[in-house]
């Protein structure tokens, strides 16, 4: 069965630092990940995809995250944090292609000017 | 250029009425998906469709139906609307296969009194 875990609710920056997100998984097989934003009252919009290609991929606004299958691990990072990234985060884990997908508790990111 | 489409954004009910939250897409996508989104609990799957005719249960369905007649729409009902389905409800639609990104609704408030 597939799982999703991130290790913090709730993560505080300041402007100009770095960002890590943790995220660590769980599936039988080889998985699909993703992570996705969430700003204040809207919807979720996709930051970043891996489907078993390149282990680092790179996504939108500067964002990125490493696989790595050894650790079963996921972690979003940002070299340098701004004020609009401040934001819920989402780490999502899909086995195939006629399951659903999983979706970790979430990671409120603040970011303090 | 549509994307998934969710009508109503705002609804408040009354203890046991009943309504239907409308889900469209316009990408030609075989799955879609509800979840309800509550503070601290990340998204929890309600129902999804792997297609037109075919329906699963996901994590907390009890209290919904749903039903999938064409490709495009996927609404979702609330039989008899209690004070424990105030939520905000996401709808969201992706191709078969399991590296393709699910696309969200922007969200569908829903208060019961």
């Known amino acids: 069965a597939q799982s999703v875990t991130q290790l913090d609710s709730h993560v505080s920056v300041s402007e100009g630092t770095p960002v890590l997100l943790r995220c660590n998984y769980s599936?039988?097989?080889?998985?699909?990940l993703f992570w996705y934003v969430q700003h204040p009252n809207k919807g979720l919009q996709l930051l970043l995809k891996?489907?078993?290609?390149?282990?680092l991929v790179k996504g939108i606004n500067g964002f990125e995250a490493e696989f790595k299958k050894s650790e079963t691990s996921f972690h979003l990072t940002k070299p340098s944090a701004h004020m609009s990234d401040a934001a819920e985060y989402f780490c999502?884990?899909?086995?195939?292609?006629?399951?659903?997908?999983?979706f970790g508790k979430g990671t409120r990111l603040s970011v303090i000017a | 250029n549509a994307g998934v489409t969710q009508t109503p954004k705002f609804q408040v009910l009354k203890t046991g009425q009943s309504m239907t939250l409308q889900c469209a897409q316009d990408?030609?996508?075989?799955?879609m998906s509800w979840y309800r989104q509550d503070p601290g609990m990340g998204l929890r799957l309600i129902h999804y469709?792997?297609?037109?005719?075919?329906?699963d249960q996901g994590e907390v369905p009890n209290g919904y139906n749903v039903s999938r007649s064409t490709t495009e729409d996927f609404p979702l009902r609330l039989l008899s609307a209690a004070p424990s389905q105030t939520s905000v409800y996401f709808c969201?639609?992706?191709?078969?296969?399991?590296?393709?990104?699910?696309?969200f609704g922007d969200g569908t408030r829903l208060s019961i009194l």
């Open positions: 599936s039988s097989y080889s998985p699909s």
């Open positions: 891996y489907t078993s290609a390149a282990t």
């Open positions: 969201a639609s992706s191709g078969a296969l399991s590296n393709q990104p699910q696309h």
């Open positions: 990408m030609n996508h075989e799955y």
């Open positions: 469709s792997v297609g037109a005719g075919i329906t």
């Open positions: 999502v884990v899909r086995d195939s292609g006629n399951t659903p997908l999983v």
